[in-house]
């Protein structure tokens, strides 16, 4: 069974603190990594993907990914209240088109 | 740019009636397409997927069916609906293999 998994929160940051998101998963072969943002009563929206390993940064968002520990992360600088969302990571594995969700973790910036 | 639209935004439906959501994609040609529950509070639940026209997986088996009758529809129906299909409905598509999933704006369903 594919897993990943998220810590539910809810993560309770400071505004203009650095909010970090945490990520595992179990398929060892898995390719592509994606992080949603989900605000209560709306649907998932792509703020992140990565491929490789390392970092990736967009804006105030930078994706980690490490392989070998199967362990993707998202962090959020200079988080805003308007950042407070579920966030879900996002798998497929090798060859896949299907895409295995975490559960999703509760972030709540404070103004 | 690939847009999704999904309807009804919300529907209030009596127990044992039937059900027809609607999902179409444009701007793409040979989506993958989804539909996925979610339950208050709870993660994504995928109910089907189609790679191709006529071509539906099934994820769990329960009393909803999945049609895809051209490209770029994708239909999620039900002949009698149970208190336990209330949820938020997701439909979704994606492009080539390992590309991330677009969502529509969801439909939410409350059954009386």
């Known amino acids: 069974q594919k897993e990943v998994e998220q810590n539910s929160g809810p993560l309770s940051v400071p505004e203009g603190a650095i909010a970090s998101l945490n990520c595992t998963y179990s398929?060892?072969?898995?390719?592509?990594f994606f992080w949603y943002r989900q605000y209560s009563g709306k649907s998932p929206e792509l703020i992140m993907s990565i491929y490789s390993n390392g970092d990736k940064e967009d804006g105030r968002f930078t994706a980690q990914l490490n392989k070998a520990s199967q362990y993707v992360s998202l962090l959020i600088r200079d988080s805003q209240p308007s950042d407070s969302a579920t966030y879900l990571c996002?798998?497929?594995?090798?060859?896949?088109?299907?895409?295995?969700f975490g559960a999703g973790t509760r972030l709540f910036v404070k103004a | 740019s690939q847009t999704i639209h999904q309807w009804p935004a919300t529907l209030v439906q009596p127990v044992g009636s039937p059900l027809s959501l609607e999902c179409t994609v444009e701007?793409?040609?040979?989506?993958?397409l989804y539909w996925y529950r979610q339950a208050a509070g709870r993660g994504l639940q995928l109910l089907f997927y189609?790679?191709?026209?006529?071509?539906i997986s099934s994820e769990v088996p329960q009393n909803l069916s999945a049609s895809r009758p051209q490209d770029r529809q994708f239909i999620l129906s039900s002949k009698k609906l149970l208190l336990s299909d209330s949820g938020f409905y997701l439909c979704?598509?994606?492009?080539?293999?390992?590309?991330?999933?677009?969502f529509g704006d969801g439909t939410r369903l409350s059954i009386l």
């Open positions: 996002a798998v497929i594995s090798t060859g896949g088109f299907k895409t295995i």
């Open positions: 701007g793409t040609s040979n989506p993958n």
């Open positions: 979704a598509w994606s492009g080539e293999e390992s590309q991330p999933q677009h």
């Open positions: 398929d060892r072969g898995s390719q592509s």
């Open positions: 189609s790679v191709g026209i006529g071509q």
